[in-house]
Structure formats: structure tokens, C-alpha cells
């Protein structure tokens, strides 16, 4: 069975930091894509970054581009969403997310493309 589990989230001012994490148990993510979505009210979940593969590339939604940064431990099962220079509209619920198929150096960043998700956790930024 597998499983995924965020935490991290929490409240923060705006401009400010927060490091999300997700473990990951019943399945190995070696040479897996790994991918941030977050969905606030109302709207539709939307990528925010993913780390592919190769475990060595990494790609990010124009809207965190440069503040957010995604990483991996597979020796841990682990990957990771470090947040800088947070901002109110970056307000959501946070999801990490595994496809389970080896995708080496491709790139997959809608939520249908993958396969197990976690349950998500609050990330609210104040102004």
C-alpha cells in the first residue's frame, strides 16, 4: 500500500518561509517523477514543482519560479518543497504526488499524470 504524507504547512507572514515535506512508504520513488500541486479555495489544483526522473532535474511553475525550491532524499524516501519570499496568493493546500512508473528525464506536470497523492496540508501566508 502506498502512502504519502505532507507536513510542514502551517501560517506565515508574507515573505517569509516554510519547508514542506513528503515520506513516502510502499513504493520506492528512485527514478520516479515527484511532483508540489496546491488547490485553494475554489479553484482547480495547480502544479507548483517537480522534481523528475533522473532525481537530478527540476521544473517549477512560472508563479514560484525563483522562490521555491524542490529536492529529493531517496535514501529516505523523501522529497521536499522549501518555500522563500512567500507570498499571500501562494495560500493553498499543499499536495505531493508520485507517478509510479520510471520516467527518466521527462517532464509531467498535470495532476493526471500521476498516481498516488498525499492529503494534503495548509499552507496560509498573511499580509
Known amino acids: 500500500q502506498v502512502q504519502l504524507v505532507e507536513s510542514g504547512g502551517g501560517l506565515v507572514q508574507a515573505g517569509g518561509s516554510l519547508r514542506l515535506s513528503c515520506a513516502a512508504s510502499?513504493?520506492?520513488?528512485?527514478?520516479?517523477?515527484m511532483g508540489w500541486f496546491r488547490q485553494a479555495p475554489g479553484k482547480e489544483r495547480e502544479f507548483v514543482a517537480v522534481s523528475n526522473g533522473n532525481g537530478l532535474s527540476t521544473l517549477y511553475a512560472d508563479s514560484v519560479k525563483g522562490r521555491f525550491t524542490v529536492a529529493r532524499d531517496e535514501s529516505r524516501n523523501e522529497v521536499y518543497l522549501q518555500m522563500d519570499n512567500m507570498k499571500p496568493e501562494d495560500s493553498a493546500v499543499y499536495f505531493c504526488?508520485?507517478?509510479?512508473?520510471?520516467?527518466?528525464?521527462?517532464?509531467?506536470?498535470?495532476?493526471?499524470?500521476?498516481?498516488?497523492w498525499g492529503q494534503g496540508t495548509q499552507v496560509t501566508v498573511s499580509s
Open positions: 504526488a508520485l507517478r509510479d512508473k520510471e520516467s527518466g528525464s521527462a517532464w509531467y506536470w498535470l495532476p493526471r499524470d500521476y498516481d498516488y
Open positions: 510502499g513504493r520506492t520513488f528512485s527514478r520516479k517523477s
